[in-house]
């Protein structure tokens, strides 16, 4: 488990306008809290905040948040907000953890290997989750979850009770949870003809054959009268 230090200064002010001026600044406001210590208003750098959420781990990383140039305290983030247009992180929590007591996280699942069903049948792959739901304890929390779907045809799934045993890692998701389904192709059916389209056909028809009988009919006479 990746394991990063991030600067935070204590926050003493409150208030939507100081939140704005923070954020103006670069500053992203946050909370520190868990057992055994009060809650912690702070800020922190809105790069650093980036950098230290984006390892391999993402949102599991360890983060070692140093305030005011004390002591890190270890923390995972939790509770992140975002600015509804922009996307950027606009608050946070830092929660306290302990090396020796398990913690929940929501971990990514990376299916492994092409279904026989795939290029076998041309069927195709839905993954129906992307995360599971674990309780571990802080350093054995997996980066992501790898699972093999080689062995799988038409019409088989995988539910959370087919994911790999890991030491130390619970799942806690429903065990019948589907996570992923091979399906078969899709067939394209053939548009069926407008009711409008088909009588304009046949009034096509019509229209040729009547015409064409009055052209006989044409011939008839003018032979008639060559007769005369």
Do not use: C, W
Request: net charge negative.
């Amino acid at each position: 488990m990746d394991q990063v230090t991030l600067r935070a200064a204590e926050r003493t002010e409150s208030g939507s306008r100081e939140t704005r001026r923070l954020r103006r600044t670069g500053r992203v406001p946050a909370n520190i809290y868990g057992r055994g210590m009060d809650a912690t208003s702070v800020t922190v750098d809105r790069k650093e905040l980036y950098t230290a959420l984006h390892t391999d781990a993402g949102f599991n990383a360890l983060i070692e948040v140093a305030v005011d140039g004390a002591d890190g305290l270890l923390t995972v983030a939790r509770e992140v907000q975002r600015h509804p247009v922009r996307g950027e992180i606009s608050h946070l929590d830092f929660i306290r953890v302990v090396l020796d007591e398990a913690i929940e996280a929501d971990v990514l699942l990376e299916p492994t290997g092409t279904p026989i069903g795939v290029y076998q049948d041309g069927g195709f792959v839905e993954a129906i989750a992307s995360t599971v739901h674990i309780s571990a304890l802080p350093l054995s929390i997996p980066t992501s979850i790898e699972y093999d779907i080689a062995h799988l045809y038409i019409g088989d799934s995988l539910k959370v009770s087919d994911l790999p045993v890991l030491e130390g890692v619970e799942y806690l998701d429903d065990p019948d949870h589907p996570i992923l389904a091979v399906l078969a192709p899709r067939v394209e059916e053939e548009p069926e003809p407008l009711e409008g389209e088909e009588l304009e056909g046949e009034e096509g028809e019509e229209g040729e054959e009547g015409e064409g009988a009055e052209g006989e009919e044409g011939s008839d006479d003018d032979s008639a009268k060559g007769d005369e």
